[in-house]
Each structure stands twice: as C-alpha cells, then as structure tokens.
C-alpha cells in the first residue's frame, strides 16, 4: 500500500493505492487563500499542516488496515510558493504562492543581473517563480530577508514536519529559477543574483528517490507502521503538474496531457532539456531521473467557459455546451472569434497585459454563438502552445486530457481536431498528483537499480506508472480541421495587430 499527499492551493488530498493500482480511499481537506494586497497570495504554512493532520486522521479512522500496511509516502505540491525559515526553521512570514504577482519588476532586474539565466534555468522570469519573490522580499522587506536560514517550496515545508529534513525534488525545485535544469543542481550563479547560497537551499532528490524518513512519533500517532532502517520512506515526489504526469502514464518520451481547468496546460515528457524561453514554453526536471518535460501554458481555458455562462445567465456549463453542440456548420462559421486572454497571457505571449477580445460580433449572436467562439479561442489558444513546444510531427501519438472540461465530449472532439493529435480521458484521471505521488512511492520503495543513462527501466515504468483505464477516445477528424484553419488564421492576427492596444499593466 502507498500514500499520496498533494498539497493544493485549495485543498490538501491524501490518496491510498495498491499494488493492483486500485485506489482504496481518498480524502481532502480546504485550505483558503489569503489576499492581502491587490496581486497578492498568500498561505500560512500552518493551514497546510493542520489539514494534513486532520486528512492523516481521517485515513486512520475509516481505513485503519490499509494505513497499517503502507510501505512509502509521496509528496505533490502547488508550485513556485516561497516558504522562508529562521535559523530554528520557524516561519518567517506568510508563504508567498504561485499566483502572487507582486515582483513583475523584479523579473526584469533578475534577467539583467543574470544574463545566462534563459539557458541555465530554461526558463523566462515571471513573477509566479520562487527567485523573483525573493527580490521583492530583500527589496521590501530588507530586515526579515536578512533572517532567512532556509527557502523551501510548500510541499517539501511538509517533508520538513513530516522527517525534520529540508530536501527538494529536482521538478519541484526547476520552478524556482535556482536550479541548473540540465544539470539538475542548483545554480550558485543563479541563487547569487538573489543574494542567496545554496546553504539556504534544501538537498535535492529525484523524485522517485528516498527523501527523508517519517518521525516514529508521526507514524504511531496515524497508525503507520514505523518502517525499516529510521522509519517510513518518504519520496522526493514532484512539483503538481510531474505529480499529475506520473499519476496519468506521461513518463516516457513524447507521452504527455492536456489539462483543461481554469488555466490550460500541454505537458510533454522529454529524454532531454529541451527549452524554448523565447515563447514562454517552460522546460523542467521530470519527477524521474534523467527525463525532463515541457510546458505550455495558457491562464484561461475552462474558466472562460464559465465566464461567457456567468455573463449569459445560462444554469449551467452543460447547458451552453449542449447547445453549442446542436450549432449547424454555418451558424459556427458565422460565431465571432474569441482571443481567451481574460487573465493574460504566458505561451507564446508572456504578456501580463493582453486582454480577452470577442471579434466580429452582430445583433444576431446568441450565447450558444459566444459559447461556440470561447470553446474554439482556448483551442486555438493551446495549438499555440502545442506548436511552440516543437514536437517532431507524428512523434506524440495521443495525448490524455484531464481537467474539468474534460467532461465535455464536444470540447474534447473539438481539442483533437484543433491540435491534430488524438485525445484519450481516463477512467480515475481525477486522482491526478496525488496518484502520481503514490506511484513515486512506490518506485522509492523498489529502489530498482538505473539504466546506464541514469533513467529507470522502460519496464519498471510501465508497471508502475501505466495510464489509467482508457474511458474515450478522440481522433482528429479531417473534416472539422479543414473548416476551422481559415478560422485560425484569421485568429491568429488579431493579437499581433492589438497588441499595442492592450494599456499596459
């Protein structure tokens, strides 16, 4: 038996898996978000170990037998978050989140003071990261950051309750702008241009690893066994969206998902550092040693459906989709076009200042026309992404699909179409970093022997990283991309051509 911990911005949930990859129990706990300041976000990390024991304690009570025989705990996290310890590992202040974009001018002085950051860190500086946090601290809070003994991400604070060591896994830790992603080691040149050492880093582990042990008195207060040799193995585990990937079977190459939440994703594992800074596409550490992933990232996908259902007064995202599906050809071709910026944008753009357009609207639009135009913008949205992560053609086969619009039958056939690779959903895809993070576990457990490129066996993976059962299948359909690529295109010129309007931010 496994446990997987997902620590969340809005919830922390626990997950117990077997060794038939049958998930016994899940349980969650809320967390709340704290904002300040306009562009703040924050969390104490006290919330999050309150929750965790009181999620830990419900296992305990309602499946007593299958905590009893757990062998390994993993850890998934939210993020980019800055934890910053004294001395004593007290907190010094609320953790400052992934969403918190108070440093934008921060990452501007970060990129001229380290103009090898692109290629070291893979990555563009954006305020959600861990590093520019910690120029707005030194700036603005000059006399706490000279307090700081020791920076950590949210979840591997947990790691630091649950074994009283600081350590981090190497996905989790290539989100903070510290880490030399292709060499997977932290950056003194980096950690330098923030006035930090690599003394204020935690240890690094790769994420199927052994990183830490349980203290005893926590394994007897949640019936756990104590463990063999100093305690219950505790994972290196992974950063939330390489937590997913493992959960989903994306750990071999040219495997990956698409997540269609609030925000939209196209992940796809890599056997190499492949980045791509100039149009946003994140490069990181994979939760599995010697692979790396890729990211693109869109900030509105699904939460822009609700937007045009909250602004039409329809009860329901079900309902608009129905009757978006009911559309004839030519009542889609006559919909307006739909620039999904409502939060911004990251890839291709990185552009904190571009804003949502609806182009080309008449009296005659309903909101089934504006729900067709919000489906179709976030795909032409995500083909950005897709293409700017340069896969080879033909290399990705499928890709899974998870998030809440990937309830929709019409969004998911739609997405396939757009992007040109089928789109498989799962049985269980839900479970997503929590699963991941059990099945991290349970690698950290064998502790198999490496490949001669430092990789796990292909074999291994399979085993215990499989896909979860197929629920559909969505195949491109020839017909449907043909009608939407002059739509594209035209799409496609309206960022360029307002860009100069959007007021700067």
Not at 181 to 191: G, I, K, N, T
Not at 216 to 237: Q, S
Not at 420 to 434: D, N, W
Request: proline share 7%; aromatic share 6%.
């Amino acid at each position: 038996m496994y446990l997987g911990i997902d620590l969340g911005t809005s919830e922390i949930k626990l997950l117990l898996l077997d060794a038939q990859q049958r998930i016994v129990a899940t349980t969650g706990e809320a967390l709340t978000l704290s904002r300040p300041q306009p562009r703040w976000s924050e969390q104490h990390p006290l919330q999050w170990w309150t929750a965790t024991d009181a999620a830990m304690q419900a296992l305990a009570a309602s499946h007593p037998a299958a905590m009893a025989e757990v062998r390994a705990i993993g850890l998934s996290g939210q993020m980019h978050g800055a934890v910053l310890l004294d001395e004593a590992d007290q907190v010094l202040r609320p953790a400052i989140l992934w969403n918190d974009g108070r440093a934008s001018a921060e990452c501007a002085e970060l990129e001229t003071a380290c103009p090898d950051l692109h290629a070291i860190a893979g990555n563009l500086a954006m305020p959600g990261f861990t590093a520019p946090k910690l120029l707005w601290v030194r700036k603005h809070e000059p006399e706490l950051f000279a307090r700081v003994a020791k920076v950590l991400l949210p979840k591997d604070w947990l790691r630091l309750q649950l074994t009283g060591e600081a350590i981090s896994d190497l996905s989790d830790a290539a989100g903070t702008l510290w880490l030399d992603v292709a060499q997977r080691r932290w950056s003194p040149e980096l950690l330098a241009a923030t006035g930090l050492t690599e003394a204020q880093m935690p240890a690094l582990a790769e994420g199927s690893a052994v990183a830490g042990h349980l203290l005893p008195a926590l394994a007897a207060r949640w019936g756990l066994k104590r463990g063999e040799n100093g305690g219950l193995p505790i994972a290196g585990g992974g950063g939330d969206n390489a937590a997913s990937a493992v959960g989903i079977g994306a750990v071999q190459p040219n495997q990956g998902f698409v997540s269609l939440g609030t925000s939209g994703v196209i992940f796809l594992t890599n056997d190499r550092f492949r980045p791509n800074p100039a149009s946003a596409v994140h490069a990181f550490c994979h939760a599995l040693p010697a692979t790396w992933h890729q990211m693109s990232v869109m900030l509105s996908a699904a939460s822009a459906l609700r937007w045009v259902r909250e602004l039409t007064g329809l009860a329901s995202e079900a309902e608009l989709v129905a009757q978006v599906a009911a559309l004839s050809p030519a009542e889609r071709d006559a919909a307006p076009l739909f620039l999904p910026y409502l939060s911004g944008e990251r890839t291709p753009h990185n552009d904190a200042n571009a804003q949502g357009v609806l182009f080309g609207l008449t009296g005659s639009h309903s909101a089934f026309h504006l729900g067709y135009a919000v489906m179709e913008g976030v795909g032409f949205g995500l083909l950005d992404g897709w293409r700017a992560l340069g896969a080879a053609p033909g290399a990705v086969k499928a890709l899974s699909l998870v998030g809440g619009g990937a309830r929709s039958p019409e969004w998911a056939q739609l997405l396939a179409s757009t992007l040109g690779v089928a789109l498989h959903t799962h049985q269980g895809g839900e479970a997503g970093g929590a699963l991941g993070a059990a099945r991290l576990a349970w690698l950290a457990d064998l502790s198999p022997a490496l490949n001669a490129d430092g990789s796990l066996p292909r074999t291994l993976l399979a085993e215990v990283c499989p896909a979860p059962p197929l629920a559909r299948r969505f195949e491109p359909d020839a017909a449907e991309a043909a009608y939407l690529a002059p739509r594209q295109a035209r799409w496609a010129q309206l960022y360029p051509r307002l860009r100069d309007l959007f007021p700067a931010g």
